[in-house]
């Protein structure tokens, strides 16, 4: 390629003749995030450019055979073609070329926003992966309703968003499909490199949230009286420890209870000590902790008279079977019937300043997620802080409070980062960073309605 060539075509992938100098030395913070983001933008643009080209050699090179043999053998030579030029395996080639074909072809959309930088890759890929199998018609819907978020989301939470709303445009086969998903249960182990491995398991959501859950809860107990471990390695330490207990006694011959946690640290001396893990005691204790998982279930779909999805939290919308049988019998799980009456008690005004209990739960379902911009820690897991402080004469009402992740409730507190909650109720938040930049982050409940 010629140099005026390539400098045509770095200015249509860029959106800009050059940028000699990225980042000058007197560049301001704000300066410079306009330059990273441009940056970033350029990665998309650049992206789009690949996909493009790439089905524009697929309908070159493996778009001609007519009958199904020679056609199958052209499209493995033009995998092993890419695969070659860009240095991948086949593998990734087929994705490579399955992503370019659905995006040019089916989701122009999507493509738009990626070849302008509004979207990353990752975005365009989570497209592609949630409307496999959707007819036109419904492809076509779900893309001009969920695109517009994705400018604004992390990838894992637009993929959650997705997904949410693929269910709703049509959640009559969400009962079909998720019993042939179910058949197709499973435990894998993958290998890892240092001598580890990865145990997963593809069960269902319910299943998969509650014993997160309780390893989570089990984890903070832990870390609660002055374990060292990190969540994640206790989860994953508790995980072994259960899965390969000698002893799988739950209760003695007269009912033994539960013991306490100090028990425990009775029997082994040191909290940190795993021989704690060895004790039948230990065992018994994790038993009794119970997971808590809120499934949401319409009224009317919960009597058998409509058919819109069941919700659970954390995930999204589940079949109703599942739900009307989480919310019957399973004591791990808490009910709510969405109606536009909740019975909440929205507001406690200046009369105290501790978060009543169903204001709390109304609070945990609004938000889903601590609300600072892109961060997904489920809210249960989160502190209620009030938006306007209470030293400051803010109200204990939901138009002042929200979830924060301790992390990031302390960023607040600190004045690193200031937050505004919006005075028509909604429940937005708007964030002012350090820079001077401004973020606007909105309540699960309400992204849900769109």
Excluded at 12 to 26: E, N
Excluded at 188 to 209: F, H, I, K, Q
Excluded at 347 to 360: A, E, F, H, N
């Amino acid at each position: 390629m010629k140099t005026g060539q390539l400098t045509a075509l770095v200015a249509v992938v860029s959106g800009v003749p050059s940028r000699a100098v990225l980042a000058p030395i007197d560049s301001t913070a704000d300066e410079l995030l306009d330059t990273l983001v441009w940056v970033d933008g350029v990665q998309s643009r650049a992206a789009a450019a690949k996909i493009v080209l790439v089905e524009q050699l697929r309908q070159r090179l493996a778009h001609g055979a007519s009958d199904p043999t020679s056609r199958s053998l052209d499209e493995r030579a033009f995998t092993a073609e890419i695969a070659a030029a860009l240095t991948l395996s086949e593998r990734a080639a087929e994705n490579l070329i399955g992503v370019s074909r659905a995006l040019v072809q089916s989701l122009p959309a999507t493509l738009t926003a990626l070849a302008s930088g509004e979207i990353s890759y990752r975005h365009a890929q989570i497209m592609v992966e949630q409307t496999v199998g959707l007819d036109a018609d419904s492809l076509a819907a779900l893309e001009a309703k969920v695109l517009p978020a994705a400018s604004t989301s992390t990838p894992p939470r637009f993929a959650s968003t997705v997904r949410k709303q693929r269910e709703r445009l049509n959640p009559e086969s969400i009962e079909e499909r998720h019993v042939v998903a179910r058949d197709g249960r499973t435990v894998v182990l993958d290998e890892d490199r240092d001598g580890m491995v990865w145990v997963s398991a593809r069960t269902s959501a319910a299943n998969g949230l509650a014993i997160h859950d309780r390893l989570t809860t089990a984890a903070l107990a832990m870390r609660k009286r002055g374990d060292k471990r990190t969540l994640a390695q206790l989860r994953a330490d508790i995980f072994v420890t259960i899965l390969l207990a000698r002893s799988h006694k739950v209760s003695g011959k007269h009912g033994a209870t539960v013991p306490a946690f100090d028990d425990l640290l009775d029997l082994s001396g040191d909290v940190n000590n795993t021989d704690i893990y060895n004790t039948d005691n230990f065992v018994r204790w994790f038993r009794g902790i119970m997971a808590e998982v809120i499934v949401s279930v319409p009224a009317l779909s919960l009597l058998g008279h409509g058919t819109e999805p069941a919700a659970l939290e954390g995930y999204g919308p589940i079949d109703l079977d599942t739900a009307r049988i989480l919310a019957g019998r399973a004591r791990s799980f808490v009910r709510i019937l969405t109606h536009p009456e909740t019975g909440a008690t929205l507001s406690v005004g200046r009369k105290r300043y501790k978060v009543p209990k169903d204001l709390r739960m109304w609070l945990r379902v609004r938000d889903g997620t601590c609300r600072f911009p892109n961060c997904n820690r489920q809210a249960k897991r989160c502190d209620v802080d009030h938006s306007f402080e209470w030293h400051e004469l803010g109200e204990t009402a939901h138009d002042n409070l929200a979830h924060l992740c301790r992390s990031h409730h302390t960023l607040k507190s600190a004045g690193k980062w200031k937050v505004e909650q919006a005075s028509d109720g909604s429940g937005d938040l708007t964030w002012s960073s350090p820079a001077g930049r401004s973020y606007t982050t909105r309540p699960a409940m309400q992204l849900a309605a769109r």
